[in-house]
Structures are given as structure tokens and as C-alpha cells.
């Protein structure tokens, strides 16, 4: 969608106002953001058409459900009038759409919202569209179907199949791995309820039928927690007895983008074999190596034996957290030599997690850093050989001792270096004036005039120390990308986001990604992008759920503007010499109404991200930044910053929509006055009226008196959707993260005497 003129519909304006309100007077921090909460169902099955109900925070003025494959596509359910259904769509999935994740998206007044995970199948598909809590009433299931549902609280749902002796039967229940809410528990009972397994930790059940006959099926949530955001997809599959037991698809964890490395590919590897638990029962290897296996049974220790000679150095890398398993890979590399008949065993390094490659917070807060996790449970670490000989790696999963699955798999790499770097981004958090709730999903959807912040942060394998550029192409018209680069030996970057004043409403899926020059030759690595599933606004009730993007959509709603946009009063190259003081003044460009005289600002971008905090006016339409390069010791070069802070915006929702309710009350009213008029008319008719006349003057007086109920009706109901949108429209402080547009620097070498 390019450039498409936001058309204003009242009616659409007026029917979102309620329920807008209770999200939007609940917010306190970041202005408000359109966000999709759930879709029922949550997925289709291939060359099918399904009927999708939606909810959200503030997408009102919806125009478009939109889906991260062209596979998917929708439009609007009509309801017998001719007119669009709220919230409901005919979504088609093409015969030749991939199986698995999508993602789902609607264009609201806003722009573009948060997603939703939406999945495609094979199996048939039914939805539950009441709640079965009891054996009596258990839905039943053909085997061979996928059944979409939500839990209603402190309940049990009941599902009731058909199956015969000998049969292989998995029931499996994606939730967590669909953006749910729910940890989901599974039973499988007999046609009288009584339990015959359970699976209370997210597993699937693996289930042979004991006798011909009718089965019980329940699920409930771990806690009986239960509503509209513990919706989940469970499937009934007869598999082959020797059939490896899959699993429903999932979403991809923050930490699994540093995986694969770049043109790794998995049908290369060597199989593990088993037994290898011991010393002398070591799987014996040569390198480079890539292995795969599984920690099965519990406490499973893989051990390998290689020969290798002094000052070799070997990159070791292990994905199995990263896979989407439970794991947590550690591994120790020891030096084999022999005394007499004894073996000597000497340790030459221990290898665990991939740490962060910036502190993240440690409170669920963004008090002293963002709430993502880059880093993994997985292993990426370096070896270095200090005798020649024979060495045994040992690899275990740290508590594998409470863990006995097969699918706990891992991929084992051992390599020469082979440099290179990994990149993920989300959205700024930092600490706001009132606390940051910081776990909101925050969508890219721009105001007019506004700046928004991504944190970039970097996995760099083997060695690699280099800088890294970042770009962001295919934008919306009216929006540029400008990225402050990875330095050399650091983690972490910034991308800009602008769109201008008059930028037009639009959505693009825009490419991100990180260019570096790597032993001479340039790499470019894809950026992905991380999101909360939920907008948690109290880390500390609730437990945020962050996760990986399919795709990158960035919009502009075109329907309402920064609060405050600040930029250098020149777009040009602000110069100065080394060691000397530097001064960028700056415009303010005020739209709202502030809480507080002030703000202070801080500075991104590398040798300038030292420079003490500031503050500037929220009165005056200008203010000058000054750094001191000789305390910053800025080296001379070009250099792109931008300055960062929070401020208190009495913010006004969607004040167009008061001018739209007083319209709607306005015609209520004349509509309800006309019918008025016409009543008194006919009850003058009526008096005057004889025989026949005065029979049929009483019905129509009889029919103008429903009409003027109803018109009384509308009038009353335009009246207090007024009054909502008034309500809503009232200034209300939040306070926000407020981002300049990025300013170019040039330090030149101070003149030599």
C-alpha cells in the first residue's frame, strides 16, 4: 500500500470509540500504538477460506488485514445490508502458501499494527465456538484435525475422538509458541473421564489406543487461568508407529537469530553415535566437524575424541536452545596423555552460554538495560590447542539430568575461524520520568514529524572486531532510515527512523541489515527484528514474552503528528576541529502541550554518547546543543548522532472523532425531531378521522411511535458516544520517549603549530 489518502469514515470513528476507551485510558506510558491482540481462528488449512474475528488496542479506521506471505490474503466480511462486519474478514489461503508461522497485521488510523501469529496447515480445521467443560458435553474431533479454541477461566475443555486398538494418537497443543498466554496441560481420558495420561509441562502426548472405542480429551491451563488471550490450536493425529513425533510450529526466540551462520547447511552434518558416555567409549572424530545429536537419556554426556596439534585454534559452536529446545549445552575440552597405564586427563577450557552482548535488565524494568535477551544458552566460544595429541570434548546439557526427550537435539560445529557477525533490532526502552512499563510491543508506526529509535545489537563469531554499517531500504514515501553504525569492537548500534511532517499515510515491508568488511571482502547480513508478543504493562505481574519478526512492515498513519520534533536548525555537515567546542543549535517544532518547563537529553552515536545529559526547553521553539571535544576526546571523522529523552505530552486521542460524534448526535437528533413532527402530525390527522380513516390512521400512528422509540434510541446512544469521545479527546499525560532527527558531524585534525 502506497500513498493511499486516508479517507475518514464517521461511522467506522464513532463504532471503535468504546471500545477504545478502556485501552487507551489505561495507558500511561508511550502514546498509544494499534496493536492486534488476538484472531479467531488462529490459522486455516491450505486452498481453504476462513472467516477471522479480530480484537485490538485502538484500530479503529480499520482498512486492511495484512499477512507477512502473499499466500494470505483478506477482505472485509460483508453482513446482509451490504456493509462490512467490525472486526471480521474472509481471509484466503492459497493452495501453494508454506505451511507454518505467518504473520497477521491490520492498518488502522495509526498505521500498521503489532502482529499476531497466524498459522497454516494441512489438517482440517474447526473452531469451538462454545466452551465444552464437561465429559457430557466434550466436542467431538475427527482424528486428523487441528480444532482452534479459547479457554474459558478456571474451566476445563473436553474433546471427545473415536480411535481403535493399536492406533498411534498425538494430541499436541500450540499456545506459547503461538503467541497465547497459556501453558497449556493435556490429558487424555477415557469415555467416562478418568485419566489415562497427562502432560502438564507443554509436551505433546504420544498415545497408543488400548481398545476400540470413544476418548476424552482435556485441556486446561497450568494455573486455570483462562479468557480471550489463552486461545491455542490442539491437533488429533494418528502418526505411524515408527514416526518421529513432530511438533506444531512455533515462533522463533529472541536468541535464535545468531543461528544458522551464514551458507550452513544442515545435510552435511555426521550423525552422533551412541554409546559415547564414557572415556573409552569415545566417538572418535577428525576436524572440522559438524555433528548432530541429542542429549537423550537424561544426563546424557556425548563425548568425542580428535587429534590436534599445538597452537591450532578451533572455533566450537553448539544450537540447540536456539533449535527451540529446553537445553543448555556445556562443554569441556580436555588434553589426553598416558602415564604408565593411567590416563592423564588435563582441562583446556569449559565453554557455556552465549552472553548478551549488552546487559539487559535485570529486573524487568528497563532501569539498566532493554528487556530483550540476545545471548543464548548455546555455546560459541574459542579453543586453543597448548599440547599436541589426543583431546576429548564432552558435551552435556547442563541440567539434563531432569530431562529425557529424544527431541532434545543439538548441532555440534567444530571449525577454523570463519568471521563473521549476526544481527537483531527492536524498538527503544529506556527509563521514563514515571517508570517505564517496558515490555509494550511497539510497532512501527510513525506519527508526522516523528523520530523513532532500534536498538542494534550484534553476535560476532570467531574473532570478527570490525564495524559494522547499518541500512534500512524500501521505506514508505515521506520516511528515511539513517543508521548509526556498530563500532569496531562494540555491540551495539542505532537505527533512525523519520518520517517527515507531511509524510502520507503508507506501509512498506522494508529490508534491514548490516554491512562490514570481513578479512577484506564486504559481507551484508540481514538485520531480523524483535517484538513483544503482548504490551505488558507491568513487567512485574506478568511475564513478557518477546520474540522474532517473519518480516519488517514500517508505516506512517497520517493521521496525527509528533508532540514535539527536534532537529539541528541546518540539514548540513556541522564541522569543528579536534579538541575545540562544538555547537549544533537546535529547532523545536511544538504540536502539544507539555507537563514541565523541560527536558533532558542525552546523546547516541559513537564519541558522542559521553557527553552529559542536557537539558532544553519545552516552551521555546529552540535550544543549542554544545560538546566539548576535547573532554569527549573525539578522534577527527564524520559522525552521526542524535539526541534521545522522555517528556510528559498532554496528549488528546483522535479529537477528529468529537467532530465526528457531534455531526452523528447532531443528525440523531433532527432525525429524531422530524419523526416527531410526523407524529403530531398524524395524531391531528387521527382526531379529524372517521370510519375506515380513523382505523388506519391509529396504525400509522401506532408505526411513527416505534419509529420515534427508535429514534429517541439513537439519539440516546449518540449521546453517549459523544460524550465517550469527548471523554477520550480530554488532554491526558503520558509520557514518551522523544527521539531528534539524526545530525551529521565532521571533526577535522586540530592545525599543527
Known amino acids: ?44 488449512q491450505l486452498g481453504s477460506e476462513v472467516e477471522v474475528t479480530i480484537t485490538g488496542q485502538t484500530i479503529e479506521d480499520l482498512e486492511q488485514l ?282 583446556v577450557v569449559e565453554l557455556s552460554d552465549i552472553l548478551s552482548p549488552v546487559k539487559r535488565s535485570s529486573n524487568g524494568y528497563a532501569y539498566d538495560g532493554p528487556p530483550y535477551n540476545a545471548g543464548s544458552a548455546d555455546i560459541l566460544g574459542k579453543v586453543e590447542i597448548k599440547e599436541d595429541g589426543v583431546h576429548r570434548l564432552q558435551l552435556s546439557d547442563l541440567f539434563g539430568g531432569t530431562r529425557n526427550d529424544p527431541r532434545n537435539e543439538y548441532c555440534l560445529i567444530v571449525r577454523k575461524a570463519a568471521p563473521d557477525f549476526a544481527l537483531v533490532a527492536w524498538a527503544l526502552h529506556m527509563e521514563l520520568r514515571n517508570g517505564d512499563r517496558n515490555a509494550l510491543s511497539k510497532p512501527i508506526a510513525l506519527r508526522g514529524g516523528s523520530t523513532m529509535a532500534f536498538e542494534v545489537v550484534a553476535v560476532r563469531r570467531d574473532g570478527f572486531d570490525g564495524e559494522i554499517e547499518l541500512s534500512m531500504e524500501d521505506l514508505p514515501t515521506g520516511v528515511t532510515a539513517v543508521g548509526l553504525k556498530i563500532p569496531a569492537g562494540q555491540s551495539r548500534g542505532i537505527m533512525l527512523l523519520t518520517a517527515q511532517q507531511d509524510a502520507p499515510r503508507g506501509m512498506h515491508i522494508a529490508k534491514f541489515s548490516g554491512r562490514a568488511m570481513v578479512d577484506g571482502v564486504e559481507v551484508i547480513r540481514p538485520c531480523q527484528m524483535a517484538s513483544m508478543a503482548w504490551p505488558v504493562t507491568n513487567a512485574w505481574s506478568e511475564i513478557p514474552a518477546p520474540r522474532l519478526l517473519a518480516d519488517i512492515p514500517v508505516s506512517v498513519g497520517g493521521s496525527e503528528f509528533a508532540a514535539i520534533s527536534i532537529a539541528a536548525t541546518e540539514s548540513k555537515v556541522w564541522e569543528a576541529t579536534a579538541g575545540a567546542t562544538l555547537q549544533v543549535p537546535l529547532k523545536h517544532i511544538l ?56 517528556a510528559v505530552t498532554k496528549y488528546r486521542y483522535n479529537p477528529e472523532a468529537v467532530t465526528a460524534a457531534e455531526f452523528a448526535h447532531k443528525r440523531a437528533q433532527q432525525e429524531a425531531a422530524d419523526v416527531a413532527k410526523e407524529a403530531e402530525r398524524l395524531a391531528q390527522d387521527a382526531t379529524a378521522a372517521s370510519g375506515d380513516q380513523k382505523t388506519e390512521a391509529e396504525k400509522a400512528i401506532q408505526a411513527v411511535a416505534e419509529k420515534k422509540k427508535a429514534a429517541d434510541a439513537a439519539v440516546a446512544a449518540a449521546a453517549k458516544r459523544l460524550q465517550d469521545a469527548k471523554k477520550l479527546a480530554q488532554p491526558k499525560d503520558i509520557v514518551d520517549i522523544i527521539v531528534s532527527e539524526p545530525i551529521a558531524i565532521r571533526i577535522k585534525p586540530a592545525e599543527t603549530k
Not at 37 to 44: E, I, K, Y
Not at 268 to 291: F, V
Open 591 to 646: 504540536r502539544e502541550d507539555f507537563s514541565g518547563a523541560t527536558m533532558g537529553l542525552k546523546a547516541f552515536g559513537t564519541g558522542f554518547d559521553r557527553t552529559p545529559k542536557f537539558d532544553v526547553s519545552l516552551k521555546a521553539d529552540q535550544s543549542e546543543a554544545v560538546f566539548n571535544l576535547g573532554t569527549l576526546k573525539t578522534v577527527p571523522g564524520d559522525y552521526l548522532i542524535a539526541f534521545y529523552g522522555s
Open 66 to 347: 495484512l499477512f507477512s506471505h502473499p499466500g494470505i490474503t483478506a477482505k472485509p466480511k460483508l453482513g446482509t445490508d451490504g456493509n462490512p462486519e467490525p472486526n471480521k474478514f474472509m481471509v484466503t489461503i492459497a493452495s501453494d502458501c508454506p505451511p507454518g508461522i505467518h504473520e497477521a497485521r491490520v492498518m488502522s488510523r495509526l498505521g500498521v499494527s503489532s502482529s499476531r501469529v497466524f498459522t497454516v496447515g494441512t489438517l482440517v480445521e474447526v473452531k469451538q465456538d462454545q466452551p465444552a467443560t464437561t465429559v457430557a458435553t466434550a466436542m467431538p474431533l475427527q482424528v486428523n484435525s487441528i480444532c482452534n479454541a479459547t479457554l474459558p477461566l478456571r474451566a476445563v475443555n473436553h474433546y471427545s475422538f473415536e480411535a481403535k486398538k493399536s492406533q498411534r494418537i498425538i494430541v499436541d497443543c500450540a499456545a506459547k509458541g503461538i503467541d497465547s498466554k497459556m501453558n497449556p496441560v493435556l490429558i487424555i481420558a477415557d469415555a467416562e473421564g478418568r485419566d489415562l495420561v497427562v502432560e502438564r509441562r507443554g509436551g505433546a502426548l504420544d498415545f497408543t489406543v488400548p481398545d476400540d472405542g470413544t476418548y476424552v480429551i482435556k485441556v486446561h491451563e497450568l494455573t486455570f487461568k483462562g479468557g480471550a488471550e489463552y486461545f491455542y490450536r490442539l491437533v488429533v493425529q494418528e502418526v505411524a508407529a515408527d514416526a518421529p513425533l513432530s511438533r506444531l510450529p512455533s515462533v522463533r526466540s529472541v536468541s535464535s537469530f545468531s543461528w544458522p551462520p551464514a551458507d550452513f547447511s544442515r545435510s552435511a552434518s555426521t550423525p552422533e553415535t551412541e554409546p559415547n558416555n564414557k572415556h573409552a567409549q569415545a566417538q572418535k572424530i577428525s576436524l572440522p566437524c559438524d555433528i548432530t545429536g541429542s542429549f537423550f537419556p537424561a544426563a546424557d554426556v556425548d563425548t568425542f575424541e580428535f587429534v590436534a596439534k599445538k597452537g591450532d585454534v578451533w572455533w566450537v559452536e553448539v544450537a540447540s536452545e536456539r533449535l527451540g529446545r529446553p537445553t543448555d549445552a556445556s562443554i569441556i575440552v580436555q588434553h589426553v596423555s598416558v602415564e604408565g597405564s593411567d590416563e592423564k586427563l588435563t582441562d
Open 1 to 44: 500500500m502506497n500513498n493511499h489518502q486516508h479517507v475518514v469514515s464517521v461511522a467506522a470513528i464513532i463504532a471503535a470509540l468504546l471500545g477504545a476507551a478502556a485501552t487507551t485510558s489505561a495507558q500511561s506510558v508511550c502514546l498509544p500504538a494499534p496493536r492486534l491482540l488476538t484472531t479467531m481462528p488462529m490459522g486455516g
